[in-house]
Nanobody, 122 residues
Framework: QVHLVESGGGSVQAGGSLTLSCTASGGTFIDYFMSWFRQGQDKEREFVAGIKSSGGPTWYGDSVKGRFTISREPTNNTVYLQGDNLKPEDTAVYYC???????????????WGQGTQVTVSS
């Protein structure tokens, strides 16, 4: 059973940066495809970024390409999401997710963190 815990959310002004962390426990971390999703108020859960077990390659949702970077550190079972040039439309609860196969679809993921709020003000 994989357990995921996110941290690093908060409030930031438009144009600023924020880094989220997701630490995994309870499984063989290297075997999982790790992704970040987000869900804004009254919106569906949206794929943000994903990374394979080896640490690369990476995939990004169209709305964050060129502004967000996903990375992972296998030694401490942590995956990171750095967001730069943040916009008010990036405001959402951000979730970390793990799956052995990898997908853009939230329904395919077996394990989820509790989420962390990111608020970007204009």
């Amino acid at each position: 059973q994989v357990h995921l815990v996110e941290s690093g959310g908060g409030s930031v002004q438009a144009g600023g940066s924020l880094t989220l962390s997701c630490t995994a426990s309870g499984g063989t971390f290297i075997d999982y495809f790790m992704s970040w999703f987000r869900q804004g108020q009254d919106k569906e859960r949206e794929f943000v970024a994903g990374i394979k077990s080896s640490g690369g390659p990476t995939w990004y949702g169209d709305s964050v390409k060129g502004r967000f970077t996903i990375s992972r550190e296998p030694t401490n079972n942590t995956v990171y999401l750095q967001g730069d040039n943040l916009k008010p439309e990036d405001t959402a609860v951000y979730y970390c997710a793990a799956d052995r196969r990898g997908s853009y679809a939230a329904s395919e993921y077996d394990y989820w963190g509790q989420g962390t709020q990111v608020t970007v003000s204009s």
